[in-house]
């Protein structure tokens, strides 16, 4: 993961591609997982600090990946299915919510 973090800082420094997302691109309008691009430029940048911001839905998920094979992933499936869905529900409607509020699409 810190191989591909800091190869898509290179790139993203040598040659910006601007905004990936084929649907904010159409519409302007984010979807719950933007910046999850820029969270792993950010931490590939060594800015470890500027990469929550970005999508902190996708940073928490990104480090549950990393220590998933450490165990924690076990935590996780133990859960109720329900329960996963709700949290990844609450998390993903949190996330567009921060995405609105962050391109100044929805004024606090």
Known sequence: MAGA???????HRVNDPGVLCPFRA????PCPMCGGTTVF???G???VAQAPLANPVAFVGAIGL?????GAGSRWWALQPRTRAWVLGTALVGSE???LVRLGLLRV
Request: aromatic share 8%.
């Open 5 to 11: 973090a800091m190869g898509a800082a290179w790139i």
């Open 26 to 29: 159409i519409t302007g309008i």
């Open 41 to 43: 430029i950010e931490l």
């Open 45 to 47: 940048s060594g800015h």
């Open 66 to 70: 990393a220590v998933a094979p450490l």
């Open 97 to 99: 919510l921060w995405q």
